[in-house]
Every structure is written in structure tokens, then in C-alpha cells.
T-cell receptor
Framework: GAVVSQHPSWVICKSGTSVKIECRSL??????MFWYRQFPKQSLMLMAT?????????EQGVEKDKFLINHASLTLSTLTVTSAHPEDSSFYIC?????????????FGPGTRLTVT | GQSLEQPSEVTAVEGAIVQINCTYQ??????LSWYQQHDGGAPTFLSY????GLEETGRFSSFLSRSDSYGYLLLQELQMKDSASYFC????????????FGAGTRLAVHP
């Protein structure tokens, strides 16, 4: 159990275009989902926290107009990178947890590698 | 603020034992967790310590000393497949169930 999927697993886009990444909890209801960004050989940096039906809470320094997050259902959250630029190239990972779960009981998706040319 | 420190790299041979340390600074402590991540893959949960002492799960054990703000992950009988990055993490004291991750320790296991 506790499987989280991400789609696509990798994407290449041109500078100036937008890219949408989906995160789905396949076998549990994810009241909270987290979006992380990870550069090569570096740690996971939390970008935002989204609760189903509410606006996402962004970490300091993360542009909410650039990284649009929607958590419309208990099994789906999306991250849209708008007007992508090469510096947005990174590994984006989502995680999900149910409402009663402890913070460490997050289940991670396999990640999406974004390359902006 | 909150911060975690762990060594950047550790090297060991197959069959050996390796210990990955993590020291943390946090205004409120709710437990220390460990995650494994292979290159290009998803982090997977390994262990969680809320109380002092050693927690054992197969070849992996995790230890916590709250008085020292210190913990470690112990990997025994190392296998090549254990080559990965290992992250310690603590819940964000400000709430929202967020996790703050350490920078990660890259473990390389050699034959």
C-alpha cells in the first residue's frame, strides 16, 4: 500500500512554455501533499504544502505565481511550472500523507525530471 | 531556526558496518526520521525515533539521543544495493507536518 505516482517521469520543454506535473496517491486519501525540488547531489527542498480544497502554502523564496499548485481532490495534486526557464530545470518530487499520519509518514512519488532548453 | 548536519560522503566495503551521524538544531523536537534515496529515485522511509535509544529493523538500526541532539543510522552487512543517499529529517516546528531534511550522506559501497 501507500503508493504515490507522478506523471510525467521526465519532460523536456522550451523556455517560456508551461509544464504540468501530476502527483497521485493510488491507494489512500492524501489530505496533504508536499512538493519538493532537488538539484543533483543535494537535499530535498520543500517548495510548498497543499491541503485538499485549500490554497497551497509556499515556502519562503518560492514564487507562487510561477509554481502553481492545485490540490483539487484527495488523490491528485498538480504542480504547473509557468513560463519555464533553464534555471527551473530540476528534479521535482511530490509526497503525500493522510490526515492522521505523522509528518514522517509521507510517501514519495518517483519524481519528475524537468529539463528546460 | 532549524538545521541538520550530516557527513556528505561515506565509503565502505561489502559486508562492513557503517554509521551515518546526524546532529540537529530545532526549537521543538518531535522525532528524527531517516530516508534512503537511490540516484534518480524516490526517497523511501527507513526509520523513525521519537524517544532515546536504538530502533532495529533488519540490517538497519537508528539511534537517538535527545539530550545530545544527535542521532545515527547504522547499516550492517553492507550490500552493493545499499549505495545511495541517506537523509535525516525532523518535523518543522512551525507545524503543517512539514519535514526539514539534512543535506544527505552519499554512501558508496565497494566490493
Amino acid at each position: 500500500g501507500a503508493v504515490v505516482s507522478q506523471h510525467p517521469s521526465w519532460v523536456i520543454c522550451k523556455s517560456g512554455t508551461s509544464v504540468k506535473i501530476e502527483c497521485r496517491s493510488l491507494d489512500f486519501q492524501a489530505t496533504t501533499m508536499f512538493w519538493y525540488r532537488q538539484f543533483p547531489k543535494q537535499s530535498l527542498m520543500l517548495m510548498a504544502t497543499s491541503n485538499e480544497g485549500s490554497k497551497a502554502t509556499y515556502e519562503q523564496g518560492v514564487e507562487k505565481d510561477k509554481f502553481l499548485i492545485n490540490h483539487a481532490s484527495l488523490t491528485l495534486s498538480t504542480l504547473t511550472v509557468t513560463s519555464a526557464h533553464p534555471e527551473d530545470s530540476s528534479f521535482y518530487i511530490c509526497s503525500a500523507k493522510s490526515g492522521l499520519a505523522a509528518s514522517y509518514e509521507q510517501y514519495f512519488g518517483p519524481g519528475t525530471r524537468l529539463t528546460v532548453t | 531556526g532549524q538545521s541538520l548536519e550530516q557527513p556528505s560522503e561515506v565509503t565502505a566495503v561489502e559486508g562492513a558496518i557503517v554509521q551515518i551521524n546526524c546532529t540537529y538544531q530545532t526549537s521543538g523536537f518531535y522525532g528524527l526520521s531517516w530516508y534512503q534515496q537511490h540516484d534518480g529515485g524516490a526517497p523511501t522511509f527507513l526509520s523513525y525515533n521519537a524517544l532515546d535509544g536504538l530502533e532495529e529493523t533488519g540490517r538497519f538500526s537508528s539511534f537517538l539521543s535527545r539530550s545530545d541532539s544527535y542521532g545515527y543510522l547504522l547499516l550492517q552487512e553492507l550490500q552493493m544495493k545499499d549505495s545511495a543517499s541517506y537523509f535525516c529529517a525532523v518535523p518543522f516546528s512551525g507545524g503543517y507536518n512539514k519535514l526539514i531534511f539534512g543535506a544527505g550522506t552519499r554512501l558508496a559501497v565497494h566490493p
